[in-house]
């Protein structure tokens, strides 16, 4: 009896998780992706990037700041980017040159839906960076999506 | 008779005094948060273009002699213009400083974007703005709202979002 | 950080009447500087009467439009703003009708978003906006154009076109309900 009941839990535990596998199936998820840019030595006082989304199978539904009190808070962003696969970011500090981030530095994340069981593919472009004289510097941009836990 | 003219004398001032309002709450009345609504400078030239139009034809003088003098001006200058367009092939392009201002791009590099929001706060931090290219959004004042125009045109799109 | 530099118009020490002169003479130049210098009143109230951003903007245009054509001939009798008040209101109301919406940027708007937010008015302000916007529009109107758009009463009467005794007795009625209503009543007292 004790031995029916076992199997019988079991049962029901693996038909839940069938269950659930089966709404997960076609669920969007969210991605954060952080935003970086490493301007090397040079105090980073201002940025302006392009990001878009290549394959089609995701939308931007979020912008936040940065991990710099720079840049902690949000880029400007053009609203119409919400729910579309493109956005231009840009901000800037007027902060003494000793205060503002140099190196590579997180400037932004920006939240994606997509659908499920797909691969981020995704584009980063740099349109312009400046020192605080608002000097031109080059600076690499990158991009990572954040591991969930 | 006269008491009652009187008495309309009295409660006609009266009633004048009542019209005034105690200075505190006309200071509160002048503290009311004001509508700053952004008027587009696209409204300012459609306004002021519809006026140089009408203004200047009514100046025109219908005379038959004088329109054959302007024809004859119009023509000269056409010459004229087209004789100097060929002298001036060979001269440099204008410097950048040289060419015709675009609104917002304070830096002068031919586009606007972030760093031109960027130079005008660093110059709104050094000091009151007194050019009235500075003034985007045309409401007399050079401040943190033209940063923020200037900075909403740099990361504009215009797709829609669309890539 | 605000650097409030001369508006366009005020570099233009010229009366009123000196410039409709002018464009009577076709100056347009002169008639840029009337359309700066009363550009954000008309908006202000056309927002008043409309209520939308963008049906103000379509009134603000039409409005010096409609001013642009009385000239040349136009003949300047009292304050500017008692012709203009009246061309306001009439195309408000024609916009309210239409509710057409202007294609203007929501970018300024949600950028704006990210500025650092204005601070709360004091609940002086507050109050008054209540009780004012209890009134009818009629006496509302009355008390904004006397005592934030600075109109005399005779002023108030041409402009909103109603008889002079008409005018004080909304401007009492409208001081005597700011005055017994318990939010804005201590603004009376000593």
């Known amino acids: 009896m004790k ?13 839940l998780y069938a269950e659930q596998s089966v709404a997960e199936e ?99 472009k740099l349109h312009t960076a400046a020192d605080s004289e608002g000097t031109k510097i080059s600076a690499e941009t990158a991009f990572e999506e954040r591991k969930t836990k | 008779m006269a008491q009652r003219s009187f008495m309309a004398e009295l409660s006609k001032h009266s009633q004048d005094d009542n019209l005034e309002a105690p200075p505190r709450l006309v200071s509160a009345f002048k503290k009311l948060p004001d509508e700053q609504i952004f008027v587009p400078p696209s409204i300012d030239e459609t306004v002021v273009m519809a006026a140089r139009r009408r203004l200047t034809s009514q100046l025109l003088p219908r005379s038959r002699w004088f329109r ?75 401040d943190e709202r033209d940063v923020a125009i200037i900075a909403a045109r740099a990361v504009r799109l215009e797709k829609g979002g669309r890539s | 950080m605000d650097a409030r530099v001369q508006p366009k118009d005020n570099l233009d020490t010229r009366s009123d009447l000196d410039l409709i002169a002018a464009i009577n003479r076709g100056d347009s130049g002169a008639f840029e500087v009337l359309y700066f210098r009363y550009r954000d009143w008309v908006v202000r109230l056309a927002y008043r009467f409309t209520r939308d951003d963008h049906a103000s903007l379509d009134v603000l245009q039409e409005t010096f439009l409609y001013f642009l054509k009385k000239f040349p001939g136009f003949r300047l009798t009292a304050n500017l703003k008692t012709f203009l008040y009246p061309a306001v209101r009439n195309l408000s109301a024609c916009a309210r009708e239409k509710s057409q919406r202007y294609q203007a940027t929501e970018i300024e708007l949600g950028t704006i978003e990210n500025a650092t937010a204005p601070e709360s008015p004091s609940s002086d302000l507050s109050d008054l906006q209540l009780v004012l916007a209890a009134l009818s529009e009629d006496h509302r109107e009355v008390l904004l154009l006397r005592f934030i758009d600075g109109l005399n009463l005779l002023e108030i009467a041409q402009s909103m076109d109603i008889p002079l005794g008409t005018v004080k007795s909304r401007l009492h009625n409208g001081l005597q309900t700011l005055r017994n209503d318990p939010r804005t009543k201590e603004f009376f007292g000593r």
């Open chain 1, 26 to 124: 076609g669920r969007s998820r969210f991605r954060a992706v952080d935003i970086y840019l490493d301007s090397k030595s040079a105090p980073l006082a201002a940025y302006q990037l392009e990001f878009s989304v290549t394959n089609g199978y995701a939308r931007i539904v979020g912008i936040e700041g940065g991990e710099s009190p720079t840049f902690r808070q949000p880029p400007f962003y053009d609203p119409k980017a919400i729910q579309h696969d493109r956005v231009i970011i840009a901000a800037f500090s007027t902060a003494s040159p000793a205060s503002l981030p140099h190196g590579k530095t997180r400037v932004a994340t920006i939240h994606l839906e997509y659908a499920d069981n797909q691969e981020l593919e995704a584009e980063l």
């Open chain 1, 3 to 15: 031995t029916l009941g076992v199997i019988l839990i079991f049962r029901l535990a693996a038909a």
């Open chain 2, 68 to 142: 054959w003098r302007l024809w004859g001006a119009a023509t000269a200058l056409i010459v004229a213009a087209a004789i100097l367009t060929r002298l001036s092939t060979n001269r440099p392009a204008p410097l950048p400083n040289q060419a015709a201002f675009i609104p917002g791009d304070l830096n002068h590099d031919g586009r606007v974007d972030i760093l031109d929001a960027f130079t005008l706060a660093k110059q709104l931090k050094s000091g009151p703005q007194l050019d009235l290219r500075l003034d985007i959004n045309g409401d007399g004042i050079v």
